[in-house]
């Protein structure tokens, strides 16, 4: 019971203190803020989309699977970790699918994740499928699960498995 609490607590430091930089196809440097910005108007370009996962969220847990309609990926960062985290893409029957795995041996690798407003904390699996098709985003979490948001008045929860769907897009 106390890794999850200190995990938490460490994910929450993290997301007050951490800002990367990185440069542009120019050499110019861009800050996180710049970076969300245009991945909201590339994901914009990609037709409408469910508001349910902008506000800003942690969500903490061991596997983490996100599935949604073509433009999905644009609204998707997932955070590659080489050697401590093994990144896998492919074309699958039901559409586009990425995964991210904690490395076979290691304790205490995150695999950190950002969806719109929501950043993801998944302690062993991270999966997101593409779909074609007209179908709703869903954002389903299982183990030690916990959904806190940062702001506004939705209430925290902990559960063993939580299932979100935005449809509204």
Known sequence: MKRPLLLIALAS???????TTVTDEDGNL???TTRLATRA???????????R??????????????????????????RQDEGRVLFVQRTIPEG???????????????IRA???GVEIV??????ALERPGDVPVRLEANGE????PLQGAEPERRAARIEIVGDDG
């Open 13 to 19: 430091l993290c997301l007050a203190a951490c800002r």
């Open 30 to 32: 861009v800050d996180d």
């Open 41 to 51: 108007e590339e994901a914009a370009a990609q037709g409408p989309w469910t508001a």
């Open 53 to 78: 996962f902008y506000d800003p969220v942690l969500l903490v847990a061991d596997d983490v699977f996100i599935e949604g309609p073509k433009g999905l990926l644009a609204h998707l960062a997932i």
């Open 96 to 110: 586009l699918l990425q995964q991210a795995l904690v490395a076979e041996g290691l304790e205490g690798v995150e």
């Open 114 to 116: 950002q969806l719109d």
């Open 122 to 127: 998944a302690l062993k699996r991270l999966r």
């Open 145 to 148: 699960v916990l959904w806190r």
